[in-house]
C-alpha cells in the first residue's frame, strides 16, 4: 500500500477515531489504477495510486474520509432509481461540507456549493441539473 495511504488511515485511526473505526471495520482497501480517484461500494474502497501520489497527507486523509462518509450516511443504498453520476455528486456536495466543518483537507477541485450547505443529498439532488441515463460515465458505484 502506497505511504501516504497508510499515513492517512492511520491519522483517521489516531485522530478521528470514529472514521477510523469504520475504516477498518467495514471496508477492505485495494489499489486501483484503472479509477480516476477513489470509490467505494459499501465492502470496497478503491484508490488510485497515482491519484494519493498527487496529494499531501491531509488531502490524503480527507479522500479517505470521504469514501468512509459514503458508507456511513448509506448513500448506495438510498440512491433508489436516481441518475448514478447526479446522485454521487449530491452526496459528495453533501459529505464535503461535513468534512470541511470538521476541518478536514480536502483535495483540490473537491465539490463544494455554499449553496447547498446544511442540506443532504437527496436535498441536493433535485437542485443539481439532471443527466440523461447515456450521459452516464461508467459502471461505478460512487
Known amino acids: 500500500m502506497n505511504p501516504k495511504t497508510q499515513k492517512a488511515i492511520n491519522n ?3 485522530d478521528h477515531p470514529f472514521y477510523g473505526s469504520l475504516l477498518l471495520k467495514k ?3 485495494l489499489e486501483d489504477s484503472s479509477i480516476p480517484t477513489a470509490c467505494v461500494n459499501g465492502k470496497e474502497m478503491r484508490i488510485n495510486p497515482e491519484f494519493v501520489e498527487s496529494l499531501n497527507i491531509p488531502e490524503c486523509t480527507g479522500l479517505i474520509a470521504h469514501e468512509v462518509l459514503h458508507c456511513a450516511l448509506q448513500h448506495m443504498y438510498r ?4 441518475h448514478n453520476g447526479t446522485w454521487n455528486e449530491a452526496c459528495d456536495f453533501a459529505i464535503n461540507h461535513l468534512l470541511e466543518a470538521e476541518g478536514f ?3 483540490e477541485g473537491a465539490l463544494l456549493n455554499p449553496a447547498f450547505k446544511d442540506m443532504n443529498s437527496e436535498e441536493i439532488y433535485t437542485r443539481l441539473p439532471q443527466k440523461k441515463e447515456n450521459d452516464e ?3 461505478g458505484e460512487g
Not at 79 to 82: A, K, Y
Request: aromatic fraction near 0%; proline fraction near 12%; glycine fraction near 12%.
Open 79 to 82: 440512491r433508489g432509481n436516481r
Open 105 to 107: 483537507t480536502l483535495p
Open 27 to 29: 471496508l477492505e482497501i
Open 12 to 14: 483517521l485511526v489516531i
Open 137 to 139: 460515465p461508467g459502471q
